[in-house]
């Protein structure tokens, strides 16, 4: 059973381009949420796509915005990228609609560095 | 707001040592209470969890418990390993109305010596 997967594992752009990342959550999840980790530091939450919708957000510009497919997999593309974008970007999906006490699996994340 | 603080690391103990990595959080509702590890590489993976106040989670000789009154959730283990090294988050979820998202600590890295 094939955990939350995420590509690609490491991606070098340059300030202003534009990036996608992607997501596979794990076999039987249905919610995926996207989280930014800069070097350093705890995860800080992007946000979270349900039913292909954006449930919830973070405190992130538009810059960020995601998408969410039928089979449940996700998108997190980020525009006009500035050099503090650079981070680890993690995936991590849970069942159930992702209530309080669902768990939630991470993936081993896309690390973004930007020039 | 809801936020965690942490113990700053690093931390550097011996093997067998006892280990203790503090954790308070401020919640704006009853949260659920992780603590989740990250290994050098990869991403984060869940160590324990508790979701009401006084529960004790556990998993792999690690143990926390869920103290309402003191808004803590504190890491131990008896006796650490090498293979413990790694950085640890506590975190905390509340999912009332559209709250559903993981907050974190800043991290604690631990590295035990043989």
Redesign the interface.
Known sequence: DAG?TQSPTHLIKTRGQQVTLRCSPKSGHDTV?W?QQAL??????IF?YYEEEE??R?NFPDRFSGHQFPNYSSELNVNALLLGDSALY?C?SSPDG????S???????TRLTVT | GNSVTQMEGPVTLSEEAFLTINCTYTATGYPSLFWYVQYPGEGLQLLLKATKADDKGSNKGFEATYRKETTSFHLEKGSVQVSDSAVYFCALRISSGSARQLTFGSGTQLTVLP
């Not at chain 1, 350093?40 to 939450?45: E, I, L």
């Not at chain 1, 992702?98 to 006490?101: A, L, M, P, V």
Request: hydrophobic share 25%; proline share 8%; net charge positive.
């Open positions: 939350v949420s989280y350093g530091q705890g995860p800080q939450f979270q449930r919830q973070g993690l991590a992702g209530g309080r006490t768990p939630l699996h991470f993936g081993n994340g």
